[in-house]
């Protein structure tokens, strides 16, 4: 495969994750809750991907290494919980936007646990991502403060998750691993799906939304992305991602009449510069490491 083939098939992983937040909203306006969207979302997932793993005669992980993803699984669901109740306060940008701030938040986090030093560039480059935050956060949002908050708290777990999986990223099959994530997110939210009462889509527009957000958005997204990353490189792929907030803001002003102030694409802007920069640093670095993972767990984001 080329490598211009390989950046058009990450950029179509790009639009696959970019998109699902406008799915997400199509689904809400049919009436579907938030569990009952993730639920149907992880469980399809898990339909389409098990005879892949199968097909391919590729072993689930065991033991601790399977309680390390299935954890994984539980921090994701939180995650997904959040950012997808955040899309009901906020407009689809915001919370994308929001999202991203996590490779910021890892660094922080990895500095903190000392695995990682904080030199002068990234000092430098979280606070140019501090700065973006706060010049969007500035301006006039289409956005509650429970979904800007909600948006944080998704960025904050996505965080946390990123570093469980750099401690277990060498220890199983990126696929089997994802599978074990998947299927442990499928059960989180479906239970909560049982307990909040969520009923399944009653319209065909809904149950299409849904089926493009597991299709499209989750397992075409999966495979363009992994095929891609194997030609031009974890570092490259992560670089032509942070265009996903971008697709997203796009699609919220183009489809859903969603408003974008001058603003806000500034910081934005800022945010996306100092993750670039982020993902560039030496190879030693937990970034690298981070890096590394993100690109085989690509999957799993949003």
Not at 162 to 177: E, F, K, S, V
Not at 200 to 226: D, E, K, Q, R, Y
Not at 284 to 290: D, N, Y
């Amino acid at each position: 495969m080329s490598h211009r083939s390989a950046i058009l098939l990450v950029l179509l992983s790009a639009l696959g994750f970019g998109s699902i937040a406008l799915f997400a909203k199509i689904a809400y306006a049919a009436g579907v809750s938030t569990s009952v969207l993730l639920a149907l979302r992880f469980s399809l997932a898990v339909v389409l991907l098990a005879p892949l793993l199968w097909y391919q005669r590729i072993a689930l992980p065991r033991g601790r290494t399977l309680a390390g993803f299935a954890l994984m699984g539980s921090l994701y669901t939180a995650q997904a919980q959040s950012y997808f109740t955040a899309l009901k306060y906020a407009s689809s940008g915001l919370v994308a936007l929001l999202l991203y701030v996590y490779p910021v938040l890892v660094t922080v986090m990895a500095v903190l646990l000392g695995w990682e030093k904080l030199d002068r560039r990234t000092l430098v480059l979280v606070a140019i991502a501090m700065a973006g935050i706060a010049i969007t956060l500035g301006g006039k949002l289409e956005g509650q403060p429970l979904g800007i908050g909600l948006g944080l708290v998704s960025a904050a777990v996505y965080a946390v998750y990123i570093l469980l999986g750099n401690r277990l990223t060498q220890r199983a099959d990126p696929l089997a691993a994802t599978l074990v994530v998947m299927g442990a997110a499928a059960l989180g939210n479906s239970a909560l799906a049982v307990v909040d009462g969520g009923a399944l889509p009653n319209n065909m527009l809904a149950w299409l939304a849904i089926g493009a957000t597991a299709l499209f958005s989750t397992v075409i997204a999966i495979a363009a992305f992994l095929v891609g990353i194997n030609v031009i490189g974890a570092a490259q792929a992560s670089i032509v991602s942070t265009l996903e907030p971008v697709i997203t803001m796009c699609l919220g002003v183009a489809l859903l009449g969603e408003s974008v102030t001058v603003g806000q694409w500034f910081g934005g802007m800022l945010v996306l510069i100092a993750v670039v920069l982020l993902a560039q640093r030496p190879k030693r670095s937990l970034g690298a490491q981070t890096e590394t993972w993100r690109g085989a767990q690509k999957k799993l984001q949003w």
